[in-house]
């Protein structure tokens, strides 16, 4: 069994993060919960810096204080997720966006790797005191939708977004229930090390 971890991006996983995102362009991906890497492949510490005004932003209609990590394979140390927690909603983000947007490395899909990625990012949230999270997703992603799911996510209602001619999902999640209720099946697939 391959175990994971959440890791804050730091100058060691450079190269590998550039590839991750240089990954999703080859395979014609969507890129989603990179907090902004896809802008900052020339200028990588400069995302970094990035990262870290993140953290601690003020909340405006603009933008959200938020965490990002990569998902960590303990076995090689290679990036095969990452995840962005919003840790606050601005009214655009309650309407969509919601609180957590994720990817996985398209070549390390269909792996049970992202439900480990949210369960992660769900640990965290709860550390934060947050008491449920919204998700959205395109209802032909069949994967995101059911890595909601897995995590209790219940659909609480969906709309066509007419300027990307797609119906769009949301879900919630009930932090601590989740967390509770999932930790027998995902707490032996996270890495105990410090990577």
């Known amino acids: 069994?391959?175990?994971?971890?959440?890791?804050?991006?730091?100058?060691?996983?450079?190269?590998?993060?550039?590839?991750?995102?240089?990954?999703?362009?080859?395979?014609?991906?969507?890129?989603?919960?990179v907090g902004g890497l896809n802008r900052y492949l020339d200028d990588y510490e400069g995302w970094l810096e990035k990262l870290a005004a993140d953290r601690v932003m003020v909340p405006n209609e603009e933008r959200v204080p938020a965490e990002t990590y990569f998902l960590v394979r303990e076995s090689d140390n290679r990036i095969v997720g990452m995840?962005?927690?919003?840790?606050?909603?601005?009214?655009?983000?309650?309407?969509?966006?919601?609180?957590?947007?994720?990817?996985?490395?398209?070549?390390?899909?269909?792996?049970?790797?992202?439900?480990?990625n949210l369960y992660l990012a769900l640990k965290r949230c709860q550390e934060l005191g947050l008491e449920n999270v919204l998700l959205d997703c395109y209802k032909n992603n069949l994967g995101s939708a059911k890595t909601m799911q897995a995590l209790g996510g219940v659909l609480i209602n969906e709309w066509y977004d007419e300027e990307e001619e797609e119906t769009e999902q949301r879900y919630c999640i009930n932090v601590n229930e989740s967390v509770m209720n999932y930790q027998d099946i995902y707490e032996p697939q996270i890495s105990k090390r410090r990577l």
């Open 1 to 33: 069994m391959e175990r994971l971890i959440h890791v804050r991006p730091d100058m060691s996983y450079k190269e590998d993060a550039i590839a991750y995102i240089n990954e999703h362009y080859a395979y014609n991906s969507a890129i989603n919960g």
């Open 83 to 116: 995840i962005n927690i919003r840790l606050v909603l601005n009214e655009r983000l309650q309407k969509s966006g919601g609180h957590i947007g994720y990817s996985i490395r398209p070549s390390e899909r269909q792996k049970g790797y992202n439900k480990i």
